[in-house]
């Protein structure tokens, strides 16, 4: 019998059927309001989703909102219980909830009331959107390129809590088994912490990533890591996520090796690209080519950096929204603080709050009503009606209230809003983009690879793909012809009488044809072509290639799929490029 949550009787719970969420035109939605400024903002931000829903739907759906208790406020009712039981059951019975920001604790308790609801609901993902709105103030040149979609793992990595103190017993036992049993070399009285990172753990949380670039028509995966330098957990992570995107999603997805290598830098229609960066690297790509990336998929630790460095570029962690997600329970959240000193002022910004709440409706497929919020907030900040955060930046501004706010927001959005036409114009603006970046990676991918921060690791990743072949009976003049018109040194030739590929360059021409002095015209490229060929699978490392390469004392190699197929051609000047730019590979 529950002590204080009430569920509103005229709503329906959220349900999960095969395997999907199951939601009724009234359901009932978790809802916590927070510590500090929490109930400002919650009050702001229910008005505002509830117009919303009562809009776009006209009145055919609501949501029925149920009370639930954390921090202060479940302290004051559970006698000094900061996460009662009761709380965790509902949250975990109504699959959907939403909470304002809440104050931790002091002296002892919870490390983090965040964290303990992590932990205790086991909600491993905590998902952060990052997108500029128009009229927000950004340090970018061109903030509208900032649209990603950061799924941080929650559970593990130097989160997990697993450090002992510098001068404690378990500190020293801990030492001592490093250096005597495991030969660890570190200096005397470290601090020591243990950085878990697990397949079970990192699979889960890139296979909710995966699933959700291919829910919102995404159109790449970007695993983040520092697996050059920590290779058995962050190395593993990268790994593993690799594993998830071959065997779980094989039919949706491709490498970015494979995107250059077998597709010549054109995505295949529906196709979701799989790449990954080092962790540092993408703090600067971020800033300089956001527009590279859709969704990032990394660790905790990682995830925590990177979400609010993001939301720096769009206006600040106050208009960051995220949500803490498990297979199918989700807790939205504001993601800053309870900034107590102005609680009760009804002062400050509610958008972080607001637009956990857009997730949360296109997280229950709600998206007209979500899309809606998106352009009424959109035109009240255009026309520089905001709270006092923002006005210190915009010249002109009318500062107004929490509350005033969310009357302007609310009054737009009973207004004429095309909203279809909002959406059509983003999607428009999105896929321009695409077009454009798909068009550098065709005429200059070693360029552009440089640019996205790629670092070539195999021969997939230099190779001129699609190599022109011809017939084996085709005449070495026809080649010849051929071959300045595509501005190529060398043909494929088709297997033959002889049955094998072969490869005819213009040193055979020269060797074979003109110092011999014979007419091109009546010889048949399959009488002067190298043969057998020297191939390399396209996943060969650039060493390995670099190697048989020098015994074989050849300058190109053909690339073969797994069907025996070529398709490419890696030269020794692509090597020597590549080297030359980024160093001996790894």
């Not at 965040?114 to 009229?135: F, I, K, T, W």
């Not at 807790?331 to 607001?354: C, I, M, R, W």
């Not at 007419?519 to 390399?536: D, F, Y």
Request: proline letters at 5%; a negative charge.
């Amino acid at each position: 019998m529950s002590q204080h949550i009430q569920y509103p009787e005229s709503g329906e719970k959220i349900t999960i059927k095969d395997g999907k969420l199951s939601v009724p035109d009234n359901p009932i939605i978790g809802c916590v309001e927070g510590d500090g400024i929490g109930p400002d903002i919650t009050r702001a931000c229910l008005r505002i989703w509830d117009a919303a829903v009562e809009h776009a739907y006209k009145g055919k759906r609501k949501i029925h909102w149920a009370e639930l208790f954390m921090g202060e406020k479940a302290a004051a009712k559970y006698d000094g219980n900061y996460f009662p039981d009761e709380t965790k059951e509902a949250l975990k019975d109504l699959l959907i909830s939403i909470k304002g920001p809440l104050t931790t604790p002091v002296g002892g308790g919870f490390r983090s009331l965040n964290v303990s609801l992590r932990q205790e609901l086991d909600l491993y993902a905590c998902v952060r959107p990052v997108r500029h709105y128009a009229g927000v103030p950004s340090p970018l040149k061109k903030p509208e390129d900032v649209d990603v979609v950061i799924f941080r793992e929650n559970t593990e990595d130097v989160y997990a809590g697993l450090e002992y103190q510098s001068g404690s017993d378990e500190n020293k036992k801990l030492a001592k088994f490093l250096r005597e049993e495991m030969g660890a070399d570190f200096f005397e009285d470290a601090g020591l912490g243990i950085k878990p990172i697990s397949a079970y753990g990192s699979k889960r949380l890139v296979r909710k990533a995966i699933q959700y670039a291919i829910d919102n028509n995404r159109e790449s995966v970007t695993l983040v890591h520092k697996g050059n330098i920590m290779k058995f957990t962050e190395g593993a992570f990268r790994t593993w996520g690799y594993e998830v995107a071959r065997e779980e999603f094989g039919d949706q997805t491709i490498t970015e090796e494979e995107l250059y290598s077998t597709y010549g830098g054109k995505r295949p229609e529906g196709k979701v690209v799989i790449k990954d960066r080092i962790a540092d690297i993408i703090f600067q790509l971020l800033q300089l080519r956001p527009a590279d990336f859709d969704v990032l998929a990394t660790m905790n630790l990682n995830g925590d950096y990177l979400s609010d460095a993001a939301a720096a570029e769009v206006g600040g962690i106050g208009i960051a929204p995220g949500a803490n997600m498990a297979d199918h329970v989700a807790v939205f959240e504001a993601t800053h603080g309870t900034a107590p000193k102005y609680a009760g002022q009804d002062k400050v910004n509610p958008g972080s709050l607001l637009f956990s709440g857009v997730m949360l409706l296109e997280h229950i497929g709600w998206q007209e009503a979500a899309d809606l919020i998106t352009a009424a907030y959109q035109d009240v900040v255009t026309a520089r009606i905001v709270t006092y955060d923002f006005a210190r930046q915009l010249e002109g501004a009318t500062e107004v209230k929490t509350s005033q706010f969310a009357d302007a927001i609310i009054d737009q959005m009973r207004g004429k809003i095309d909203v279809a036409k909002i959406r059509r114009e983003r999607e428009e603006a999105v896929e321009r983009e695409r077009k454009a970046r798909e068009q550098r990676r065709v005429v200059a991918p070693l360029e552009e690879m440089i640019a996205s921060g790629r670092t070539p690791h195999t021969v997939g990743d230099l190779m001129n793909p699609n190599p022109v072949t011809v017939p084996a009976e085709t005449s070495v003049e026809d080649a010849m012809h051929l071959m300045r018109e595509k501005r190529i040194s060398s043909v494929i030739t088709e297997p033959g009488t002889e049955g094998e590929w072969g490869i005819m360059t213009q040193r055979d021409v020269l060797s074979r044809i003109v110092s011999k002095n014979r007419t091109p015209s009546t010889v048949q490229v399959e009488e002067i072509a190298s043969r057998p060929l020297v191939t390399t699978p396209v996943d060969t490392s650039l060493h390995d290639c670099a190697e048989i390469m020098s015994e074989s004392n050849i300058r190109r190699m053909v690339v073969m799929d797994n069907n025996n197929k070529p398709v490419g051609i890696i030269s020794d000047t692509d090597i020597f490029a590549s080297v030359e730019q980024f160093g001996l590979p790894e």
